[in-house]
């Protein structure tokens, strides 16, 4: 059967970030509960120029840049839960901005940091039953709580852009998945509400106990607990600890919670210094992984996606020989470093921004250092332009 998975996978930030240890003294917590309770340090910022739209643009931009793969898919699907309209996909103004063909089937995806994976995989059936079909799969999102929330300190912005093709070159995904769904309230952000709401410790146990659910449907469809490395759903660094010991618990012990450093830690390195990124937020800690730990080739990375609400589901990936070669870690790399730290004061400036609501024109400031950004919004519309014109 033909090998189908991600053939390119590149992420985008904000090229501005608040530290943790300054949001702590702000708010009079000590910074341990962030550094040491949750595993974060920094969060990424957007500017008021970004939104999912442009993120998203500029994490495929990345695959694009430097003309070796051609700006030709046949479907772009777009997941969020940042979306900046009820009725159009954010996909078609990314199309768009990306000088892609026409020619393609574009569509919004939304099931809160799930439906990337939902686009994962209605994609890969697709390729399996056409293995010339190229689609470009984009999750972006920025996470919001509010100021002074518990979950502040777990917010943050990022887009992840992957090529799905057949034959990849950097990941196989296997067809056996696991799966559960549950009618929770957990997370969730009314139509009128630019922020999330959310019962966190009660999400911590619903995404617990979908991924216990999981690991049984997927052993249940016979799927094999046969990994080298584990990506979890990261709302939080630390999550992935809790999750992990739940996953050694599962599978009878067989995978020890000891081999945290060896096997899952390296997914943690991107998320730590973003944050949440809802539905990329698991594509990043995958890249996290490819780009700071040397993987064999041909070993088995498992993958769980949550989505409060509640979806979940397990799957498994085979890294290709000389997968290292696709990748974009310098570029990654040299995007992290350039960032700027912004005072707490900034911070909350950013934050707080007020974005028309009446029609009238609003002309944003130039602030992403990113290809692509929001230019103004008139009469009710968004206006996106590449950053150089
Ligand atoms: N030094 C060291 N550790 C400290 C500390 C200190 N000074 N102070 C606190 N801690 C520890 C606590 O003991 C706790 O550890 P455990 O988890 O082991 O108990 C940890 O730091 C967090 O402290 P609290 O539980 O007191 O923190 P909180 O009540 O402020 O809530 C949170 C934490 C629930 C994650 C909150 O930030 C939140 O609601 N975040 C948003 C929701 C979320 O991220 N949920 C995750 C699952 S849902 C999901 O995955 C979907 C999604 O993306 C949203």
Same mark, same amino acid.
């Given at each position: 059967?033909?090998?189908?998975?991600?053939?390119?996978?590149?992420?985008?930030?904000?090229?501005?970030? =608040?530290?943790?240890?300054?949001?702590?003294?702000?708010?009079?917590?000590?910074?341990?509960?962030?550094?040491?309770?949750?595993?974060?340090?920094?969060?990424?910022?957007?500017?008021?120029?970004?939104?999912?739209?442009?993120?998203?643009?500029?994490?495929?931009?990345?695959?694009?840049?430097?003309? /070796?793969?051609?700006?030709?898919?046949?479907?772009?699907?777009?997941?969020?839960?940042?979306?900046?309209?009820?009725?159009?996909?954010?996909?078609?103004?990314?199309?768009?901005?990306?000088?892609?063909?026409?020619?393609?089937?574009?569509?919004?995806?939304?099931?809160?940091?799930?439906?990337?994976?939902?686009?994962?995989?209605?994609?890969?059936?697709?390729?399996?039953?056409?293995?010339?079909?190229?689609?470009?799969?984009?999750?972006?999102?920025?996470?919001?709580?509010?100021?002074?929330?518990?979950?502040?300190?777990?917010?943050?912005?990022?887009?992840?852009?992957?090529?799905?093709?057949?034959?990849?070159?950097?990941?196989?995904?296997?067809?056996?998945?696991?799966?559960? /769904?549950?009618? =929770?309230?957990?997370?969730?952000?009314?139509?009128?509400?630019?922020?999330?709401?959310?019962?966190?410790?009660? /999400?911590?146990? =619903?995404?617990?106990?979908?991924?216990?659910?999981?690991?049984?449907?997927?052993?249940?469809?016979?799927?094999?607990?046969?990994?080298?490395?584990?990506?979890?759903?990261?709302?939080? /660094?630390?999550? &992935?600890?809790?999750?992990?010991?739940?996953?050694?618990? *599962?599978?009878?012990?067989?995978?020890?919670? *000891?081999?945290? *450093?060896?096997?899952?830690? &390296?997914?943690?390195?991107?998320?730590?210094?973003?944050?949440?990124?809802?539905?990329?937020?698991?594509?990043?800690?995958?890249?996290?992984?490819?780009?700071?730990?040397?993987?064999?080739?041909?070993?088995?990375?498992?993958?769980?996606?949550?989505?409060?609400?509640?979806?979940?589901?397990?799957?498994?990936?085979?890294?290709?020989?000389?997968?290292?070669?696709?990748?974009?870690?310098?570029?990654?790399?040299?995007?992290?470093?350039?960032?700027?730290?912004?005072?707490?004061?900034?911070?909350?400036?950013?934050?707080?921004?007020?974005?028309?609501?009446?029609?009238? *024109?609003? =002309?944003?400031?130039?602030?992403?250092?990113?290809?692509?950004?929001?230019?103004?919004?008139?009469?009710?519309?968004?206006?996106?332009?590449?950053?150089?014109?």
């Amino acid at each position: 059967m033909v090998r189908v998975g991600i053939d390119r996978i590149a992420f985008y930030t904000s090229n501005q970030f =608040v530290a943790l240890k300054d949001v702590a003294e702000h708010n009079q917590i000590d910074p341990d509960k962030f550094a040491l309770g949750i595993w974060q340090e920094n969060m990424a910022v957007a500017s008021v120029d970004e939104d999912a739209v442009t993120l998203a643009a500029n994490a495929a931009e990345t695959i694009f840049a430097d003309g /070796s793969i051609a700006r030709q898919v046949d479907q772009l699907l777009f997941a969020t839960e940042s979306g900046v309209d009820q009725s159009k996909a954010g996909g078609v103004y990314i199309r768009r901005l990306l000088g892609l063909n026409q020619n393609c089937r574009v569509v919004e995806l939304k099931q809160a940091c799930y439906s990337a994976t939902a686009g994962l995989q209605m994609a890969l059936a697709q390729i399996r039953a056409n293995p010339s079909l190229r689609i470009l799969l984009i999750a972006s999102d920025i996470a919001r709580y509010g100021l002074g929330t518990p979950g502040e300190a777990t917010q943050g912005c990022g887009a992840v852009a992957m090529l799905l093709t057949a034959n990849p070159s950097i990941l196989a995904i296997d067809e056996v998945a696991g799966l559960h /769904s549950d009618d =929770v309230m957990d997370f969730w952000r009314p139509n009128y509400s630019d922020t999330a709401l959310v019962d966190g410790k009660y /999400s911590t146990k =619903v995404y617990l106990n979908t991924l216990k659910a999981c690991i049984a449907d997927y052993q249940a469809r016979g799927g094999e607990l046969e990994f080298q490395h584990l990506c979890y759903h990261l709302p939080f /660094s630390r999550m &992935a600890e809790k999750a992990h010991k739940t996953f050694c618990r *599962e599978s009878g012990n067989r995978y020890q919670v *000891e081999a945290f *450093e060896q096997n899952i830690a &390296a997914g943690l390195i991107y998320n730590r210094t973003i944050g949440n990124s809802y539905t990329a937020s698991l594509y990043i800690a995958l890249a996290s992984l490819l780009d700071n730990q040397e993987v064999e080739a041909n070993a088995r990375i498992g993958l769980f996606s949550f989505g409060s609400g509640c979806m979940g589901e397990l799957m498994s990936a085979t890294v290709v020989a000389g997968y290292r070669d696709a990748l974009y870690s310098k570029a990654h790399h040299q995007m992290l470093s350039e960032r700027t730290q912004m005072t707490y004061a900034d911070y909350e400036a950013a934050f707080t921004y007020g974005y028309v609501v009446d029609g009238s *024109e609003q =002309v944003l400031p130039k602030q992403t250092t990113g290809a692509y950004r929001l230019a103004k919004i008139d009469q009710h519309q968004r206006h996106y332009e590449p950053t150089n014109c």
